[in-house]
């Protein structure tokens, strides 16, 4: 796999840069995975703009800040909700 390391904060905070965005949005939608689909780009867009703003205090030095993000509500309860809603895809399809 490629690693995806050293990426400009441009390309972190857009959720259609990595592999798995890149992905998720070639995915077609049907009547039968629509609403699964939809709520899954919505999460993931929502990661990668928690991820974005890391990302830039990160690029201004701002370690602790950025550490803190990490440790924060915002980017736990999405990575959460984002990770239950693909085992939620993968088991039920």
Aim: proline share 1%.
């Amino acid at each position: 796999m490629k690693n995806e390391t050293n990426l400009p904060v441009q390309d972190i905070c857009r959720d259609d840069k990595c592999r798995f965005g890149k992905w998720l949005h070639s995915v077609g939608s049907n009547e039968r995975n629509r609403e699964r689909v939809n709520t899954i780009k919505a999460l993931h867009g929502k990661f990668h703009q928690n991820t974005g703003k890391i990302a830039q205090e990160i690029s201004d030095g701002k370690s602790a800040v950025a550490l803190a993000a990490l440790d924060g509500k915002a980017f736990n309860d999405t990575s959460q909700e984002l990770t239950s809603a693909l085992m939620s895809w993968k088991v039920n399809g």
